[in-house]
């Protein structure tokens, strides 16, 4: 079993143990200045005000960002950035894709919100190339059935296209029911999990298992700070985790930068859990190359 890494420094060697050619990573964000600025002011103001906001360790311009990632041997990476209200989508997506085309490496990403426009600018998003979409619930505060979604759900299980989802969570509009609601009618939906679902590791693992297309990803879980938070991904389902992981249906995320610890801790985490280097060689490049095509 190879061990996982201490630092980012022996990231290269961790995946170059395993026979890689480097990481892919489906959960990473890269956003326009305004809205990353926004995001590290709400950090700040949360942790003077006492709360449990993370002092985000990566806080530095997009080309040391790119370059660090580089470093470590991502050779795939998202940029993931979401609408939070109307009218944001269409020109974070602009922004996105021209990033992806600015930084060899990126996959060209895009987002959604339920308003009027999303099919034309869903469809723009698509024609220009865009392989990756992101959809955050409980930061758009919206619900995955709303009406004005459904055809773009369509349009994307048609296209073929992977929708990284951040589901989890306490609010109506979360958790797996939602989701199902949408798998129901669109089966053939590529949906990447976020978090594996946490807190609701067990029913979204169950969906996992069930629809052919339904995956999950890693970002933050299993590392300590997460898991304090969030709740720790109990034990019983990793061996379901194992099987899932060997189908193609378990993919490295990060959620980089927006964390407070290295990125090393990702993969220390699950090399720890103890699942084989098979698996990790899966989780870690096989399985996102083959999602999204990677040569």
């Known amino acids: 079993m190879t061990a996982g890494p201490h630092g980012d420094g022996e990231v290269p060697a961790f995946w170059q143990a395993l026979g ?74 602009a922004w996105t894709l021209d990033f992806a085309a600015h930084n060899p490496g990126c996959i060209p990403s895009a987002t959604i919100y339920p308003e009027p426009g999303v099919n034309r600018y869903t469809k723009a998003a698509l024609d220009a190339g865009a392989r990756v979409f992101k959809v955050h619930v409980p930061g758009g505060g919206f619900d995955l059935t709303h009406a004005r979604l459904d055809p773009v759900w369509g349009m994307l299980a048609d296209a073929g296209v992977p929708v990284v989802i951040h589901v989890g969570g306490e609010a109506r509009t979360t958790g797996p029911d939602p989701l199902e609601a949408v798998l129901r009618r669109h089966p053939t939906l590529r949906a990447v999990v976020a978090h594996l679902g946490a807190p609701d590791y067990e029913h979204f693992v169950a969906l996992a298992e069930h629809y052919e297309r339904v995956c999950l990803d890693t970002a933050a879980v299993f590392t300590p700070g997460y898991d304090a938070a969030s709740g720790a991904c109990p034990r019983r389902l990793l061996p379901h985790l194992r099987d899932l992981g060997l189908a193609g249906k378990v993919l490295l995320g990060s ?41």
Do not use: K
């Open 255 to 295: 959620d980089f930068p927006a964390i407070a610890y290295p990125y090393a801790e990702q993969l220390a985490g699950l090399a720890a859990l103890d699942l084989g280097d098979d698996w990790l060689r899966a989780v870690c490049w096989d399985n996102t190359a083959r999602l999204l095509e990677l040569s």
């Open 20 to 93: 890689l050619p480097g990481l892919a990573d489906i959960h990473v964000h890269f956003l326009p200045a305004r809205n990353l600025q926004r995001m590290w002011l709400r950090a700040d103001e949360d942790s003077l005000a006492g709360g449990h906001l993370p002092a985000y360790v990566y806080r530095w311009s997009d080309e040391e960002r790119v370059a660090h990632l580089r470093e470590l041997g991502v050779r795939a990476f998202t940029a993931l950035a979401y609408a939070h209200q109307p009218g944001m989508a269409d020109g974070l997506n």
